[in-house]
T-cell receptor, first 115, second 117 residues
Framework: KNQVEQSPQSLIILEGKNCTLQCNYTVSPFSNLRWYKQDTGRGPVSLTIMTFSENTKSNGRYTATLDADTKQSSLHITASQLSDSASYICVVSAIRGGGADGLTFGKGTHLIIQP | GAVVSQHPSRVICKSGTSVKIECRSL??????MFWYRQFPKQSLMLMAT?????????EQGVEKDKFLINHASLTLSTLTVTSAHPEDSSFYIC?????????????FGPGTRLLVL
């Protein structure tokens, strides 16, 4: 069964600090992995997308890593800002199978940045 | 580019009434759109796949007669929650897959908050 597990479930850090979110998956055959940011009451917005051959991808203060061998990914946020407070969702896409949409969603990490 | 809109953004209705939610791809055509439901602190759950010009495909456990989906054009899909009940209160999100593009690419709408009283 395709699964995506994220940790921690929630995280509180002070503004300006760095943090790292984790994502482990068992989706197969793997196509790509995306990190989304979802603000409360809003739809998910894509931060990064990585395919099998990519180990790291940056988008401003967001840096995602992927280890396809261990099926792990991380999202590192540098110099956090209050606007980073949101849920961060790891979504893994299968080449075939998975849901009808081909996606398996993690439950997300709820990040709170405190001033 | 690749903007998906939803209307309304939030709606409050009485139990027993029907509510229609629209999902539009604003700057691209989407043969396939998806409808998700998200409960508080939970992940997005796929409800159904909407295909332009054909019947929607529903996930197991989703009542097709309760959640009516119409995908009449390449840029518009609608979800109608019929005879809504308080347990249907949720956050409904659509996504659109461009007709031309990477197969797995989807763009999400901003979501519709439904509250059934």
């Amino acid at each position: 069964k395709n699964q995506v597990e994220q940790s921690p479930q929630s995280l509180i850090i002070l503004e300006g600090k760095n943090c790292t979110l984790q994502c482990n998956y068992t989706v197969s055959p793997f196509s790509n992995l995306r990190w989304y940011k979802q603000d409360t009451g809003r739809g998910p917005v894509s931060l990064t997308i990585m395919t099998f051959s990519e180990n790291t991808k940056s988008n401003g203060r967001y840096t995602a890593t992927l280890d396809a061998d261990t099926k792990q990914s991380s999202l590192h946020i540098t110099a956090s800002q209050l606007s980073d407070s949101a849920s961060y969702i790891c979504v893994v896409s299968a080449i075939r199978g998975g849901g009808a949409d081909g996606l398996t969603f993690g439950k997300g990490t709820h990040l709170i940045i405190q001033p | 580019g690749a903007v998906v809109s939803q209307h309304p953004s939030r709606v409050i209705c009485k139990s027993g009434t029907s509510v229609k939610i629209e999902c539009r791809s604003l700057d691209f055509q989407a043969t396939t759109m998806f409808w998700y439901r998200q409960f508080p602190k939970q992940s997005l759950m796929l409800m159904a796949t909407s295909n332009e010009g054909s019947k929607a495909t529903y996930e197991q456990g989703v009542e097709k007669d309760k959640f009516l989906i119409n995908h009449a054009s390449l840029t518009l899909s609608t979800l109608t929650v019929t005879s809504a009940h308080p347990e249907d209160s949720s956050f409904y999100i659509c996504s659109a897959r461009p007709t031309r593009g990477v197969e797995e690419t989807q763009y999400f709408g901003p979501g519709t908050r439904l509250l059934v009283l």
